[in-house]
């Protein structure tokens, strides 16, 4: 089999599994092409939601064949005319692949790749992170919605959900139950090859560095600091424990975006609570982070959070996490121990939550054998299986 993929651009979660894919496809005698709409996330480009320039601290094209069909764009795409697939037509006929792998529809390049392969009687298989109750629609506006699906849908013989709530969401728009397989939302682990040990140091070296006492909860958020995100809610939430109790805690804020000189403002009226402003921090930065704190919440508002990865990476450094309804991992990660989904927007629920969690045990491993399944190992070999299979 040569598989094509298209994706809209190189994006730091999904290169690791690509690099997968192309090894399991190799011991398959099988062929991978990643095809791109754009680069910009690779040549260095100014994120509108973190209110910074990003250049990523990883290769995002090594390990897999790629090609670019909008190269050397320095501006982030807005909106769905902003990529279009250029020389595509031309790429199918050249590469003849046996079936088409497109992550993400919300470019017109990526439909009017799919209607190319369509066209060329090429099989598409669709892998996208959509679901029906990431935000609030209400009338036609979810009728229009629902149809437009529908017919795009029509374009695909065979779906890879990245979760529940998606496959929900594929089988409501019209991909058959049996032709949708199960690969998760992963990240790469860049906690794996670090002993127990060296974890507890890395621990207690970032606390002292950050001036965290011992004794102190650590509560971690992980994130552009937006309102879709909804960062201050801890805050609120927090204020209302008694500052005997917001003594023993400390948050982290690992991230940057429009709110940081609100949220900073509510934490200097908190003088009893250890608040620390981390900002933006690479990929490779961010396990210390992770391995000093004591549990990550995540308090999204409903406004897009169709799976929040950074329950992943909390998970596999054995953090317990706190997160709201709108955060559609917690469909699939809500029953584990020591996790807990409250309402949006509740700040007493919130504190209600962290009170539970105030000197819970940290344990590095305590979701080890539940990450497994969610690796990009696993998921890549699920993808490849399963399109070989379709």
């Known amino acids: 089999m040569k598989l094509l993929v298209l994706a809209s651009h190189p994006v730091q979660y999904h290169a690791p599994v690509f690099r997968c894919m192309a090894q399991e496809l190799a011991a398959r005698g099988d062929e991978l092409l990643v095809v791109y709409l754009s680069d910009f996330s690779i040549q260095g480009y100014r994120d509108r939601e973190f209110g910074q320039s990003i250049a990523w601290d990883e290769p995002l ?26 020389g595509f037509p031309a790429l199918l006929r050249q590469e003849k692949p046996d079936r088409l792998l497109i992550h993400s529809l919300i470019y017109k390049g990526a439909v009017t790749a799919a209607i190319s392969a369509k066209f060329r009687k090429i099989p598409c298989s669709l892998r996208v992170e959509t679901n029906d109750q990431a935000v609030p629609r209400q009338g036609w506006k979810s009728l229009v919605r629902s149809l437009v ?35 998760y939302y992963c990240v790469p682990d860049r906690f794996a090859d670090l002993s127990p040990e060296k974890k507890q140091t890395i621990r207690a070296k970032t606390r ?28 609120q939430a927090i204020a209302q424990l008694p500052p005997a109790l917001q003594a023993q805690l400390a948050v982290l804020y690992l991230g940057a975006g429009e709110l940081q000189p609100q949220l900073e403002a509510q934490a200097e009226t908190m003088p009893d609570l250890a608040v620390k402003f981390l900002g933006f921090r690479n990929q490779q930065e961010l396990p210390p982070f992770y391995l000093a704190a004591d549990v990550l919440i995540l308090p999204s508002n409903r406004a897009g959070e169709t799976w929040g990865l950074v329950i992943n990476e909390g998970l596999q450094a054995g953090l317990p996490f706190i997160a709201t309804e709108a955060v559609g991992s917690t469909v699939d990660f809500g029953e584990l121990p020591a996790v807990q989904t409250i309402p949006i927007g509740d700040a007493t629920a919130l504190a209600t939550a962290i009170q539970q969690v105030m000197g819970i045990d940290r344990q590095f491993d305590r979701y080890a054998t539940t990450m497994e399944h969610f690796s990009t190992e696993t998921v890549a070999r699920v993808i490849v299986e399963s399109l070989a299979n379709f």
Do not use: C
């Open 61 to 86: 094209l090594n390990g897999y064949r790629s090609v670019v069909l909008n190269p050397n764009q320095t501006k982030q795409p807005k909106g769905f005319w902003s990529l279009r697939a250029t």
């Open 208 to 235: 002292a560095a950050l001036w965290l006492n011992p004794e102190r909860t650590v509560l971690l958020f992980s994130g552009k600091l937006i309102p879709k995100k909804n960062p201050g809610l801890i805050l």
């Open 149 to 183: 699906y529908r017919l795009l849908y029509g374009l695909f013989d065979s779906a890879v959900a990245i979760g529940s709530l998606n496959r929900e969401h594929l089988i409501r728009h019209g991909i058959p139950a049996r032709r949708i397989a199960m690969a």
